[in-house]
């Protein structure tokens, strides 16, 4: 099942109340079928019960699939990209943080900051948190705490990553996690691919089975050090394969099953 969250077109617009203020578009939950987008009741954690309501896929515009208070992310999990960086092998999965005011719908523009010479693409799979999830243990289940699976670009300030020690700021400018369109409630199988086009040019493919650290692995090491809660967001890593982004491209992250999150590029923006 492919979840959603989404603004129909038609009410997608701004709008202007009596009082003068803009009123925002209202945020509606999905479930995609069909080549259809149908309205569902309680949002992505509820029961699903849907009311009747559809809309063509043509006709929407998707949101990020989910609100996250936090994403968590995986650096250096498979062996390619670390090769490409000139780095090691981690011991253990090696994280960070990505702010939440770095989250980007798709088809919405990453903008290149002045700060920075050298901005790239990462595609990868990330997970989707169900249900609120800390201090797991190595026999324990993780599946009843996903939600699902989705496409994700960790864009990254790559001059800014080499020069600092830690790699808050490369990673968390405004526009640099763009993630969505849906979430899978469906578990890959470890052939799915993830793959990364720039202006439809196939710049990565890799299985997600090539991960160093497995999606049980990376679940349990960061439920470890923090309470995951429903919509957060676990990006697994990226493949080798990753390369500059200019104003005026598009970018396109495909994950098998999930399907194909675009963005184009613009630069600064006064």
Not at 187 to 205: A, D, M
Request: some cysteine.
């Amino acid at each position: 099942m492919k979840l959603c969250r989404f603004q129909p077109l038609e009410f997608a617009i701004k709008d202007v109340g009596r009082s003068g203020h803009e009123v925002r578009a209202q945020t509606f939950t999905g479930i995609v079928e069909d080549n259809s987008v149908r309205e569902i009741r309680g949002g992505l954690f509820g029961a699903g019960e849907r009311t009747g309501r559809k809309w063509p896929v043509g006709e929407v515009k998707f949101l990020a699939p989910s609100v996250p208070s936090k994403i968590v992310c995986v650096g250096r999990n498979y062996h390619d990209h670390i090769k490409e960086l000139e780095s090691t092998v981690p011991k253990e999965p090696l994280i960070f943080l990505k702010p939440p005011s770095a989250v980007l719908a798709p088809e919405d523009p990453i903008v290149v900051p002045r700060l920075s010479q050298r901005v790239e693409y990462e595609g990868e799979i990330a997970i989707v948190i169900g249900r609120r999830c800390f201090h797991l243990r190595e026999a324990d289940d993780v599946n009843p705490y996903i939600l699902g699976y989705t496409a994700l670009n960790d864009v990254t300030a790559r001059d800014l990553q080499r020069a600092d020690s830690q790699w808050s700021r490369a990673k968390g400018f405004d526009t640099f996690c763009p993630f969505g369109p849906v979430i899978e409630t469906n578990r890959p199988s470890i052939h799915e691919k993830v793959e990364s086009f720039v202006n439809g040019v196939p710049k990565q493919s890799a299985p997600i089975g090539d991960m160093i650290f497995s999606i049980d692995t990376v679940i349990r090491w960061i439920a470890q050090v923090m309470t995951l809660e429903p919509g957060d967001v676990i990006a697994t890593g990226t493949p080798g394969g990753v390369g500059p982004l200019a104003p005026g491209d598009v970018v396109e992250v495909k994950v098998s099953d999930v399907g194909t999150l675009r963005n184009p590029v613009v630069g600064p923006q006064d």
